[in-house]
């Protein structure tokens, strides 16, 4: 059984907004919540339908199983009543639901990947074709991920402050 007590975690849950992390924020909770996701899946055995290898790739996914982990972290704290994890037992059905329901949306498979359709509004451009692109490793395409996104808030950051009058904090 994989534990997933062991957390790196020194304060206590909280939300957490993806929109708003720092890049060192981010990688603490991309490690947490891939951990707690393998968990999940292991634990519950839930098929590629409910909780896909590539889930990281899908923003509604990571949002949705975010919410959940949280959820999960607070029904099972020592100092919570002893009712809660049966409520988070409930509202995990009701997830699941959600989850298969955004699997089937997104496109996402066990071997393959490609980025969720878009509709497009009156006005604007039509969206790229779309193509499945097989992934044979998820681990290395998770870290690859995982490194671009930190980059990415990195960058947003520098650009930020290169606007602002060249002003750099002093931890940057």
Known sequence: MEDVDGSSRSEPPRPVNWNLLTAEEAEVEWVELNRWVNWLRRTYGLPASVVPPFWHRHPELVWELSALHLHWLCAYDPEQHGSAPLGWQHDFASARERLHEWVSTCGTRLDRDRPTRQTSWPGEPPPDVIED????????????FVLGDLERRREAVRLFYSNVGGGRPSSF
Do not use: S
Request: aromatic share 8%.
């Open 133 to 144: 692109m097989v992934i044979p490793d998820r681990d290395e395409d998770f870290v690859m």
